[in-house]
């Protein structure tokens, strides 16, 4: 059976070899290259990491690996406990909570200024995920429907015209990404969260922010809602 690392390395070995003639620091590519494995390698909360076979999987030191932890860490995708391990966070349930608050307050007025703003570019880019969200619905592809997901927001938030709070909404949902997917994904609760998309889509692409900026306010509560009900049962 595939540890976590055997799965992490497999994902980073899948992508083109790091270019040396990037322009980015090493840190800055170990960290992109991490945070998607990280988020897209179905890793469970509390997996140990490997400093160096992730050095090695990279094709770089250990040094630009580590400082891409480090931020991996402050950003709440790992956890780091000095001299002993490296894992993926574990987000506690209060954690997990405040962040659907944080993420309440602030999506959606982004999908209101989205609704009044967004080029044709970011609006074919969120179409596209939709599709692919429709397509892994029906065949019960998870990881291919969190990957859909994970693009729609970024693309929300890499394209906001407010940059701050594109960032902001953006790190606020990746601390406890994994889990609130896990929380979520009953077959049942995919198509409802796709059809939740589309309506949003929609009302950006017919420039009606308040539709938009309710509809992502409603959808915010029902994942709180969905991820309630599934704590109360357990």
Known sequence: MATAMDKLEKYLLAMDKVDEADSRLLRQ???????????????????????????KALGISRTPVREALQQLAQ???????????????????????????????????????????LPSEA????????????????????????KADSIFHETLSNFCPNRLLGQLVFQARNRVHSTAIDEQTTDTRIVECTAEHKQVVEAIINHDPETAERL????????????????VRY
């Open 216 to 231: 992502m306010r409603e959808h915010i509560q029902q994942l709180r809602h969905s991820m309630f009900k599934r704590l």
């Open 75 to 117: 950003e709440g995708l790992v956890q780091i406990i000095p001299g002993r391990a490296i894992t993926v966070a574990a987000p506690s349930i209060q954690e997990v909570l405040e962040v659907v608050h944080v993420r309440e307050l602030l999506e959606p007025e982004l999908i209101r200024l989205a609704a009044e703003a």
């Open 29 to 55: 590519v170990a960290y992109d290259r991490l945070q998607e494995a990280i988020r897209h390698a179905d890793l469970e909360p509390g997996d140990p990491l490997s400093e160096t076979r992730i050095s």
């Open 123 to 146: 609006r074919e880019i969120l179409k596209s995920c939709i599709q692919e969200m429709e397509s892994a619905a029906r065949t019960g592809d998870r990881a291919g429907w969190s």
